[in-house]
């Protein structure tokens, strides 16, 4: 049960990761959104399904070959059950925090780049009762883009290291919890594509 809430996290800064690519020098920036669940496994709880919104306000909308690109901002939500609630406050957590490390595939042509991008989970209450939001945030390095026509961005897998911590602020007994989280089937990955000039 435990684990449940650490893969919904995990989801969470796993999407995260993923949309921080933007294009350095271009004119605008785009929007990007994409809906996608996690499936979880833990070591305790089994396997559980984590739903997450990943966005980003300033995507690129365009490129250039040769350029380095810039940095954008990334976030990723999502929603805590009540039942793994309960079961943070059952082994004392009155609040998280962690790291979400995900690749990330940027497709240009005849290019693939694998990339790694880590989002941090700030410290977030855990309250008495009901499902809660979690949100991680990050960005993504700078990337060259080798050839003209499209890039595509797309999500991968994720790694989540959750920290639940006593009223006090210190871990609880169960210290750091890392869980794997893999892309439920049969989903749309990308989740971004622009043009490169």
């Known amino acids: 049960m435990k684990n449940g809430l650490f893969s919904r996290v995990a989801a969470v800064a796993m999407v995260a990761g993923a949309l921080s690519v933007a294009t350095a020098g271009t004119g605008s920036a785009a929007v990007a959104t994409l809906s996608i669940t996690y499936s979880c496994q833990f070591s305790i709880a089994g396997t559980h399904d984590m739903p997450s919104v990943v966005s980003s306000p300033d995507a690129p909308d365009s490129a250039t070959a040769g350029v ?5 901002a990334a976030t ?3 929603t805590v059950s009540d039942d793994v609630r309960n079961t943070l406050w059952w082994i004392g957590g009155r609040s998280v925090d962690g790291t979400l490390s995900t690749p990330v595939t940027v497709t240009n042509g005849s290019s693939v780049q694998n990339l790694t991008a880590t989002l941090t989970i700030p410290n977030t209450p855990v309250p008495s009762s009901g499902s809660f939001q979690v949100t991680a945030s990050g960005s993504f390095p700078s990337l060259t883009l080798p050839n003209a026509g499209t890039a595509s961005i797309n999500l991968g897998n994720a790694s989540l290291a959750l920290t639940p911590r006593y009223a006090n602020g210190d871990p609880t007994w169960i210290g750091v919890v890392n869980v794997p989280c893999t892309v439920k089937p049969g989903q749309v ?3 971004h594509e622009f ?3």
Not at 68 to 72: V, Y
């Open 189 to 191: 990955t990308k989740f």
């Open 76 to 78: 990723v939500n999502t």
């Open 195 to 197: 043009p490169v000039a």
């Open 68 to 72: 380095p690109t810039a940095a954008s």
